[in-house]
């Protein structure tokens, strides 16, 4: 092979368990679901970037679906140098010939705009006679679906699972490609090394794997709704690893703009065990990398947890040497997420590239009970950082704790809500339909007025119908030093104190009770391992966390 590559397996995943638990990482009682779970064991593509002869991408094959115009798709692969490739579109007619194979033995050969629509034969064949035949081959929308557990989470393990994977008899022009989840590298690969399920339609038995494995709950659901819109097919890539931080999805180049001294998250006493896992921009290099020639629409992303790691359990109470604070590991993140998409953009050719991402649900898993530490609430305000780009939107989770979940409450099942949240912001933003409402309230500005802390609201993020107050309740299972809905900090010794009531006080205003004794200085709302929304706009959608000095 041309590169080092290292390949996972379940029992190389069981051996870093026990070094995990000699290392004094592993807690009674804690789920660490995502690194160790059972995968189904890959398809390993048989088409690699040193053939001999004429092949192509791997990310490639038939029954995919190809970005519709305007964009230009493009068909590439490699082959004998010296040789030139002809790329015939049927029943299309000839599109174009690529120029001769140079000694890289690669080609590229980029179709015209094509409309939506199909099926289309692509032959692919050489001077020297070579020949390789893509069939079944759709123009459409194609998206990128990317992060870690919660984006891999299955339909089979998701509320409503069963009657999407009935329903999906219906779906045959959504196709799905999942890209395998056993190689990482240090160098970048030309091809996929692993690949889990190779381009298919959507049918009761593509849809529906294993826990963890193929399809993506998300992915699919929110590409069954782009379908149910646009009526036109969709092209669905899964390409996550669960258990994994930013880092590892970023390109070196843009790693080089944050500092991440400040992100260390084990010490040298579990280097060992450390070293036995992804680092950092090896799945950059497997996963990525590959795609890029492809044109596609865009990507949504959720990922985030495994950056909250200076808060767990194992750390905390083990006084291990990782993140020194948690506010350190926030930092970091909310300049290293921005910086990767920025990568991304920059080597998909896409400079404004739609990027929608999820803002992490309410959990606690291995989370420390502890009112100080505020890991994921610093974290779900990092990750808006993003917003700063253009073309960046995000799709709030923080509702949807699921403390009954059998995968460990990190993986609420309640998928629909977050693919229906993510499908608003494109259709209104890349699909034209202005009348679906996306914006998640933000708050604008806090101010003092007698007994209360009157909020202002940005109206275009609130809507048309105003805001909503809902009630809800901390779980007892949680406590309420994990919960967290709105305080206001007292000014004499910088502590928190819950707010007595919540009122509206207009469409885009709120106003909340100051307790007794409070000098207040600042509010802030949902800032805990579990907030507890009760504010939301008409549209279903809950007011972000925020904090405001008054």
């Known amino acids: 092979k041309q590169f080092s590559v290292v390949k996972c397996n379940c029992a190389m995943s069981l051996v870093a368990l026990l070094l995990l638990n000699l290392c004094g990482l592993w807690v009674s009682g804690t789920i660490i679901p995502d690194e160790f779970l059972p995968r189904q064991q890959p398809v390993t593509s048989a088409l690699r970037s040193n053939a001999s002869k004429l092949s192509v991408s791997n990310t490639l094959g038939s029954h995919m679906v190809l970005q519709q115009a305007p964009q230009n798709a493009n068909i590439w692969g490699w082959g004998v140098p010296g040789t030139s ?14 120029t001769p194979i140079g000694s890289d033995k690669a080609w590229k050969v980029t179709l015209p705009p094509m409309k939506a629509g199909g099926p289309y034969t692509i032959d692919i064949t050489d001077s020297a006679h070579n020949q390789v035949v893509l069939t079944d081959v759709l123009f459409g929308e194609v998206w990128l679906c990317g992060g870690q557990s919660n984006m891999q989470f299955s339909l089979i393990q998701a509320f409503n699972g069963t009657a999407e994977r009935n329903a999906s ?22 091809n996929l090394e692993t690949i889990e399920q190779p381009w298919t339609p959507a049918n009761p038995t593509s849809v529906w794997g294993k826990a963890f494995s193929k399809f993506s709950a998300i992915c699919y659901m929110y590409g069954r709704r782009l379908h149910d819109s646009l009526g036109v097919p969709i092209g669905l890539i899964s390409d996550n690893w669960g258990g994994t931080a930013v880092q590892l999805w ?44 492809m044109a596609v629409k865009g990507t949504i992303w959720y990922q985030g947890e495994s950056n909250v790691a200076c808060n767990s359990k194992w750390e905390y109470y083990k006084g291990l040497n990782c993140c020194m604070n948690t506010t350190n590991c926030a930092n970091y993140y909310a300049c290293q997420f921005p910086a990767m998409i920025k990568a991304w953009r920059k080597r998909l050719g896409i400079a404004d590239m739609p990027f929608y991402f999820v803002q992490l649900a309410a959990y606690t898993e291995g989370l420390v009970a502890h009112p100080h530490m505020l890991g994921s609430a610093l974290l779900r305000i990092a990750q808006t950082a993003a917003l700063k780009l253009p073309n960046v939107e995000m799709a709030t989770a923080i509702d949807l704790g699921d403390l009954g979940s059998p ?10 809500p977050v693919a229906d949240r993510l499908w608003r912001i494109a259709i209104n933003r890349d699909y034209g339909n202005h009348n679906i ?36 309740m901390c779980p007892a299972k949680v406590g309420a030093d994990q919960c967290g809905w709105a305080e206001v900090e007292h000014k004499g010794d910088g502590s928190w104190h819950n707010c007595t009531s919540i009122q509206l006080g207009g469409k885009t205003s709120a106003k909340f009770g100051i307790p007794a004794g409070v000098d207040v200085a600042a509010i802030r709302y949902n800032m805990a391992d579990w907030p507890i929304a009760a504010l939301y706009n008409t549209a279903g959608l809950p007011v972000v966390p925020f904090q405001l000095s008054l």
């Open 407 to 416: 995968w460990g409450n990190i993986h609420p099942r309640d998928k629909e």
């Open 250 to 293: 970023s390109s070196s180049e843009s790693l080089g703009e944050c500092d991440q001294t400040r992100n260390t998250t084990y010490n040298n006493k579990c280097s060992a065990a450390h070293n036995k896992f992804p680092t950092n921009s090896t799945l950059w290099n497997a996963m990525i990398v590959p795609y890029f020639n």
């Open 437 to 472: 409402h996306y914006m998640n309230p933000t708050a604008s500005s806090a101010a003092k007025s007698g007994n209360f802390v009157v909020v202002q609201f940005n109206e275009d993020t609130v809507g048309a119908g105003g805001l909503v107050a809902k009630f809800n």
């Open 85 to 98: 490739v002809t790329v015939t579109l049927k029943p299309h007619g000839p599109v174009r010939t690529s």
């Open 169 to 190: 008899v219906k779906y045959g022009d959504i196709r799905l490609f999942t890209v395998g989840q056993h190689t990482y590298t240090q160098k970048p690969l030309t």
